[in-house]
């Protein structure tokens, strides 16, 4: 009986982690630009961990460099599976080695980004819309390029500080 508390105690703090873990298969080394320079293609999906709804999603992504490659676009044309569209813009600058701020229409204050170990780690508040209404969550992101290639961008997401999903968008270059 112990034992089984144990396992599930374990079970939900492992659910309640803020921060996605670091892959734990052997990465390439990735940098922001790698990740969003030029037109991509990626699917994914929002699932929302207390009830198991997913909202999965396409997004067509184009990015560019400019300002002496210290400011990164990138457009994002989502397209849900219910058919709401969205046009999202993030605009990332360079504040030094391996680190950028960044917005988009959503965000709530700037986006902070670390690339580290050969993984981005990408941390901001945004204002979520969906078929119910607007939504202020958090994201903590962790986008890495496994072996097979594909960049992955794997976050948690919270509502009010308490971790309540996760989204999971594989991009193809």
Not at 87 to 93: A, E, I, M, S
Not at 126 to 136: I, L, Q, Y
Request: glycine share 10%; with cysteine; net charge positive.
């Amino acid at each position: 009986m112990h034992r089984r508390l144990f396992l599930l105690s374990g079970l939900a703090l492992t659910a309640c982690s803020a921060t996605p873990p670091s892959p734990s298969a052997p990465v390439q080394p990735l940098t922001l630009e790698q990740a969003f320079v030029g037109r991509k293609t990626g699917n994914g999906v929002f699932r929302v961990w207390l009830t198991g709804d997913e909202r999965r999603f396409t997004a067509h992504l184009n990015g560019r460099l400019s300002r002496g490659n210290s400011r990164l676009t990138v457009v994002e044309d989502f397209i849900y599976e219910d058919g709401q569209k969205d046009r999202l813009t993030w605009v990332f600058n360079r504040q030094g080695p391996d680190r950028w701020t960044g917005r988009r229409e959503d965000t709530v204050g700037e986006a902070t980004v670390v690339e580290r170990n050969g993984e981005i780690r990408l941390a901001y508040l945004a204002d979520f819309k969906s078929p119910s209404g607007v939504t202020r969550l958090g994201f903590q992101d962790v986008i890495y390029r496994p072996k097979s290639g594909l960049v992955v961008n794997d976050a948690v997401v919270s509502r009010a500080g308490i971790p309540v999903g996760s989204v999971r968008f594989e991009i193809r270059g």
